[in-house]
């Protein structure tokens, strides 16, 4: 879809949430469905962040890691790939306590989104850097780079343009995936939605505002992303030219 | 004592049954996504004004949780007068959220069908029902399985969410063991190996029939 009908849409969706404000029976709910969507950008700010960091580690230590560091990951990816993100997020809360482990449910929740989709974005972060053409390599190796060096300086930049595309389709999994930690009791907007659901039984107005919300922010993911595609892209083709 | 065999053993046979009602949930889901998803493609290349309508509805649908699609099924429906249990109501959620994700796969199986087939059959004057059916769909389904196989074991693994909504799935049930024994651990990870378990075995299945198809596709 064009970069175009997604900014139409993102503002569809803001006008449609300012024309609902100016109604009573959407208005009331305004104000606590917003604090909740604040905490949803910040868990999904920090799973992301987690997600990123994990990732490359991960890919890293899979592709040139020595033996037991390879195994480690492998044992991370298969197990985060392969189980559900609740019973992750399940499992963090409610069973790692009882190894004396007793975390806040703020933390579970970042921890939880962003390694499960840590696991996911190694195999992206993976992908871009065997995209890499292999004379990449064996140009720095003839430069007599070391290899820190001609990941750092050569491979990385050049894989990074090629994860755009699928990070920001991570991103927005995680993002919707921050709706999980309403059911560890953290008041995001979708714990707000059936707080305030189950407190006034006006389903319509509540998840009509609150889908338009989650709309808002993946479209706004959604375009960032498309943009810095297309700013790396950019700098990309450049290079090739000249 | 922190992992108890003899109450792992004890709550077996019950979560067992309820997974049962997760691979149901799964299967139904994705039996409304794969036909679903297949109707929204088709429907876009039959009848191009629909085109921008439906990516638009793919769109919405790809950009909200699921969870939160689960509960306005479940909750917003009832408004209307259309009382669906929690079951139906959220086999239907996870059907329409990921026919989403399969009508793009379907697209993509489209798109690659060489232009010729299409031009050899309107100069055959087949009918467009007749062209999708035995020209398109056979050639476009194949190489698309594995993408379609992913997206069965994904749909598979948010299947817990139908817990948020009381359905006696796996999650349910583990979470019901916990609240009554106080004891998490073997509920909670008995389940998470269980879908481990499922996740490895179909990701092996998909990869040997990825291997099936790609030799029938070289003859």
């Known amino acids: 879809m064009g970069i175009r009908t997604l900014v139409g849409m993102l503002v569809a969706a803001l006008a449609f949430i300012g024309v609902l404000a100016t109604q009573e029976a959407y ?24 997600a990123v960091v994990m990732g490359v580690l991960a890919a890293l230590a899979r592709m ?30 409610f069973v790692l306590p009882q190894f004396g482990v007793t975390l806040d449910a703020f933390p579970v929740a970042v921890l939880a989104l962003g390694l499960n989709v840590g696991a996911y974005g190694s195999e992206v972060v993976r992908g871009a850097i065997q995209s890499v053409a292999r004379g990449q390599w064996e140009a720095a190796t003839a430069l007599n780079m070391s290899r820190a060096q001609m990941l750092r300086r050569i491979i990385l930049p050049q894989a990074f343009v090629a994860m755009i595309p699928p990070w920001g389709n991570l991103f927005i999994e995680l993002l919707k995936s921050t709706a999980l930690v309403s059911l560890i009791t953290l008041s995001d907007l979708a714990f ?51 | 004592m922190i992992w108890d065999w003899a109450f792992a053993f004890e709550i077996l046979p019950v979560l067992g049954r309820a997974a049962i009602v997760t691979i149901e949930a799964t ?28 990516s638009v509805l793919v769109e919405l649908i790809r950009s909200t949780p699921l969870l939160i699609q689960i509960f306005f099924l479940y909750f917003v429906l009832p408004k209307f007068g259309i009382v669906l249990d929690a079951f139906t109501a959220g086999v ?24 010729g087939q299409w031009e050899a059959s309107i100069a055959l004057n087949l009918s467009s029902w007749t062209t999708f059916k035995d020209i398109i769909i056979p050639q476009a389904i194949p190489p698309i399985v594995p993408a379609l196989g992913n997206y069965l074991v994904a749909l598979f693994k948010e299947t817990p969410l139908l817990s948020a909504i009381a359905v006696l ?14 004891r998490y651990t073997e509920p909670i990870t008995l389940v998470g190996l269980f879908f481990l378990a499922m996740s490895l075995v179909s990701a092996a299945l998909i990869r040997s029939l990825e291997g099936v198809l790609n030799r029938r596709a070289m003859r």
């Open chain 1, 27 to 50: 208005r009331l709910f305004l104000p606590g469905l917003l604090q909740g969507a604040v905490l949803t950008i910040e868990i999904a700010l920090l799973g992301s962040l987690l």
């Open chain 2, 27 to 54: 299967l139904l889901g994705f039996v409304i996504a794969a036909l679903l998803g297949l109707v929204l493609a088709v429907v876009r290349i039959a009848v191009p004004r629909t085109g921008w309508t439906i």
């Open chain 2, 169 to 182: 799935e796996l999650m349910q049930t583990a979470k019901i063991i916990g609240s009554e024994t106080f």
């Open chain 1, 192 to 242: 707000k939605a059936q707080q305030m659901n189950q407190n006034t039984f006006k389903t319509i107005p509540i998840f009509t505002l609150v889908l338009l919300m989650y709309l808002a922010m993946s479209l706004v993911l959604t375009i960032g992303m498309r943009l810095l595609e297309r700013r790396a892209s950019l700098g990309l083709a450049r290079g090739r030219a000249a």
């Open chain 1, 64 to 93: 040139y890691g020595p033996a037991p560091l390879r195994w480690l990951a492998t044992v991370y990816v298969e197990i985060f790939r392969g189980t559900s993100a609740l019973v992750q997020l399940f499992w963090l809360f």
């Open chain 2, 92 to 115: 239907l959620a996870i059907g329409i959220h990921y026919a989403a994700y399969c009508s793009e796969v379907y697209r993509a199986g489209f798109d690659n069908i060489h232009r």
